[in-house]
C-alpha cells in the first residue's frame, strides 16, 4: 500500500484513499466553494442539488461513471422532469466531480453528455391580450404586472421584491440595488406616466395598510388582505391562472359559459391558460425592439447580459412577418405593375 501511495505521488496522482470519498463529501466542498467564492445562489444551488442528493447519497465517487448517470436520468425522465432541468442538474454535478479531481480526491472525470433540449419557450402577449388578463387582476398585482409588461423585469426576484426606497416619484425612477438582481447588477429605469401613475396609487395602498395595522411596511407590494397581511408577495400563481381563465371565458354566460370552462379543464394548454408570468418579459423585449429602442439600451432595461439570450427573448409572430411583407410589396415591387412592368426601350431614330 505504501509503495503503491509513493508511485502514484510521484506521478502526481492523488494519494488518498479514493474510495473513501463519497457523494455526500463532494456536495459539501460544492456548498462550501459557492459559499467562499459567491459564484451562486445558495438557494438556487439548493434546488440543483436536491434531486442529486436522493439518487447519489452515499456514493463513492468513484462509482459516479456514465452507466449511472444514465440511470439518473432514467429515473428523473419517468417524473416528467424537463431534459434541460436535467441538464442543469447533470452541469451541477460536473462541477462537483470537478472539484474533487481539484482537491486530490478523484482519479479522473467521467464523459457526462447532455440532453436534447426542447426548443426555447416563445410565449408572448399581443396588448389585447395582456388587457383581458390584466383586466381579472386585483389592482396591486395589475401595477406589478405593468412594470414587468413594461421593462421586462422579473417577476418574483424582482418586481416583488421591490421596496419603497426603490421607488423615486420625484426624479420618476425605479431601481434595483445591486447584488438583489440575478446577475448581482443594479438597474435603473425612468417611469412611463402610465407606471408613475399606477405606482403611486399602489403606493397609497400601502400607506392605508400602515396606517390599519399601525406599522411600518417597506414593501412595494405586501398582501393587502388575508392571513399573510402586510408581509411581501412571494408569488401569486393562482390569481394569474384565474386571470388567465376568466379572460379566456371572455364575456360567455350560462350554459355556454360552462361549456367554455369544461373544455379549458380539458386542455390546461390551450390559449391563454399557456401563459407564464415570464412571458411578460419576452413581451417587454419584444415590444422594445419594435418602438425603435436601440438594443443596447435595451439589454440595459431588462437586464439581460448577452446578446444571445436576448436575441432569444425577441420573438418574431405572423404579424411580424406579414408586416415585412407588406414593406417589402410597398417598396421593392411599387412601380413595377401594369404597363410600367414593361420594358421601355428609346427609339433609334434610324429609318429603313
Known amino acids: 500500500m505504501l509503495g503503491d501511495r509513493l508511485t502514484r505521488a510521484s506521478q502526481g496522482l492523488p494519494v488518498v484513499r479514493l474510495q473513501n470519498v463519497r457523494f455526500d463529501e463532494l456536495a459539501e466542498d460544492l456548498k462550501t466553494h459557492d459559499e467562499t467564492t459567491g459564484s451562486r445562489d ?10 442529486l442528493r436522493r439518487f447519489f447519497a452515499g456514493w463513492r465517487a468513484a462509482q459516479i461513471d456514465g452507466a449511472a448517470l444514465n440511470r439518473y436520468v432514467v429515473k428523473r425522465q419517468a417524473t416528467g422532469t424537463a431534459n434541460g432541468t436535467i441538464n442543469r442538474e447533470r452541469s451541477v454535478l460536473l462541477k462537483m466531480l470537478r472539484l ?19 426548443l426555447p419557450r416563445s410565449g408572448f402577449f399581443e396588448a389585447e391580450q395582456y388587457a383581458a388578463v390584466r ?17 421586462g423585469w422579473r417577476m418574483q426576484s424582482e ?14 425612477r425605479l431601481s434595483l440595488r445591486a447584488g438583489e438582481t440575478k446577475n448581482e447588477e443594479g438597474r435603473e429605469v425612468f417611469l412611463t406616466p402610465q407606471l408613475k401613475a399606477a405606482l403611486v396609487a399602489q403606493l397609497e395602498r400601502v400607506d392605508t395598510l400602515q396606517r390599519q395595522l399601525k406599522r411600518v411596511i417597506p414593501f412595494v407590494f405586501p398582501h393587502l388582505q388575508g392571513c399573510h397581511r402586510g408581509k411581501q408577495i412571494l408569488d ?14 371572455g364575456g360567455l354566460t350560462g350554459e355556454a359559459r360552462e361549456k367554455r370552462r369544461q373544455w379549458l379543464k380539458a386542455n390546461p394548454s390551450a390559449g391563454l391558460l399557456s401563459m407564464l408570468r415570464h412571458d411578460l418579459r419576452r413581451t417587454a423585449v419584444r415590444n422594445l425592439v ?14 439581460h ?8 427573448y425577441d420573438i418574431v409572430s405572423e404579424a411580424d412577418k406579414r408586416a415585412a411583407s ?18 421601355s426601350r428609346p427609339a433609334t431614330g434610324r429609318t429603313s
Open 305 to 312: 447580459k448577452t446578446r444571445s439570450v436576448f436575441d432569444r
Open 42 to 51: 445558495p438557494q438556487e444551488a439548493e434546488k440543483r442539488v436536491k434531486p
Open 236 to 249: 401569486f400563481r393562482k390569481a394569474w391562472r384565474t386571470a388567465c381563465l376568466e379572460a379566456e371565458l
Open 326 to 343: 407588406e414593406r417589402l410589396g410597398l417598396g421593392m415591387f411599387s412601380g413595377m405593375t401594369g404597363e410600367s412592368a414593361v420594358e
Open 135 to 151: 383586466r381579472h387582476l386585483p389592482a396591486d398585482l395589475q401595477t406589478a404586472c405593468d412594470v414587468a409588461y413594461t421593462f
Open 290 to 303: 419594435r418602438a425603435g429602442v436601440a438594443e443596447r439600451v435595451a439589454m440595459e432595461l431588462t437586464g
Open 100 to 118: 474533487a479531481l481539484e482537491h486530490g480526491k478523484l482519479a479522473r472525470l467521467p464523459v457526462i453528455r447532455g440532453l436534447k433540449e426542447s
Open 159 to 172: 418586481v416583488l421584491a421591490l421596496e419603497r426606497r426603490d421607488v423615486d416619484l420625484t426624479g420618476g
